[in-house]
Nanobody
Framework: VQLQASGGGLVQAGGSLRLSCSAS????????RGWFRQAPGKEREFVAA????????YYADSMKGRFTISRDNAKDTVYLQMNSLKPEDTAVYYCAAAPHVGSSWSTYSYWGQGTLVTVSS
């Protein structure tokens, strides 16, 4: 059972990236999906989450209006569109899955390996 995050890279401030998180080994189409990030020397923090039905989305305050989470249940993939990136968005971004949506990392029992996003000033 694996979640695979991809799409990270180096981008200039003000630029955009789209992260993807695909699943293998089992289906997560009925699971809530979330994105978290961890910058060097900092704790893992919540970024965004989406319910399995796509009816509800949640964002950390600092990401509202810049980031958009979406999912394609037919592909069992969740996306994080990140616009207007700032240097403080630099972090390893992790995707996760849980039976119920939430903003706490402890809610999620399945985690991907992370993808590095670096935003240069």
């Amino acid at each position: 059972v694996q979640l695979q995050a991809s799409g990270g890279g180096l981008v200039q401030a003000g630029g955009s990236l789209r992260l993807s998180c695909s699943a293998s080994g089992r289906t997560f189409s009925t699971y809530a999906r979330g994105w978290f990030r961890q910058a060097p020397g900092k704790e893992r923090e919540f970024v965004a989450a989406i319910s399995w039905s796509e009816s509800s989305t949640y964002y950390a305050d600092s990401m509202k209006g810049r980031f958009t989470i979406s999912r394609d249940n037919a592909k069992d993939t969740v996306y994080l569109q990140m616009n207007s990136l700032k240097p403080e968005d630099t972090a390893v971004y992790y995707c996760a899955a849980a039976p119920h949506v939430g903003s706490s990392w402890s809610t999620y029992s399945y985690w991907g390996q992370g993808t590095l996003v670096t935003v240069s000033s």
